[in-house]
C-alpha cells in the first residue's frame, strides 16, 4: 500500500505553545488530507478534511483558529496546535487519498503523540 | 443517520479460531467500505475494503462479508494468530470522509 508519513511522532510541549505537525505521502500525491485526533481507548474522530490549494473543512465543534491547517503541495498537509493546552494531548493522525487506479482509498499515517504539559 | 455501529467491543479468541466482527449503517449512500487494524501507538493500517456491487471479498486470511439489503458488514479472520491481536476499526464513506466504528479490542490467546 502506499506510505504517508508524520512527523515528529512524538512531541511535547508546554502549555501555551504552538506545535506543527507534517503528514507527507511519499509515493503518491494527495489532493486530500484528512486530520483525525484518537483519545485513549476510543476511536477515530474526524477533526479536518485539508484541500491542496484551499481551505480546510472543519467538522463542527472543531476549532479552525485553534487547529490550523495548510495544504500548501500534493504530499504535504500541516496541523498546528496553537496556544496548546493539556486538554490537546492526544494522537494525531493524519491520513492522504488516493485515487490511483481510479479507487478511492485513504492511507494513514503513523499518528503523532502530543502531550502538552 | 451518519454513524456506524460496530460489535463486539471486545473479543477473546484461541489461536486458530475465526473471529467476526459486525458493522452496521444507516446511510444508503455510503459505498466503500473498509476495515483497519491498529497496533497500540501507531496508525491505523488499511486490512480490506469493499464496495456495495460484491457480498464478500477475501484477502489472505481476511474476508468482508456485506449484507446490502441489511445495511451490514462484517470482518472474518480465519486461522486468528497471537500476532493479530490489535483494535480494529471499521469504516464507511459515501463523499471522501471516513465515518468510523468505535473499535473493537481482538485478544488472540495462544
Redesign the interface.
Known sequence: GAVVSQHPSRVICKSGTSVKIECRSLDFQATTMFWYRQFPKQSLMLMATSNEGSKATYEQGVEKDKFLINHASLTLSTLTVTSAHPEDSSFYICSARSLAGGRETQYFGPGTRLLVL | QQQVKQSPQSLIVQKGGIPIINCAYENTAFD?F?W?QQFP??????LI?IRPDVSEKKEGRFTISFNKSAKQFSLHIMDSQPGDSATY?CAA?GT???I????T?LQVKP
Open positions: 466503500y473498509p483497519y501507538g501507531k496508525g491505523p493500517a488499511l475494503a476499526f464513506a471522501g470522509k471516513l468510523f466504528g468505535q473499535g479490542t
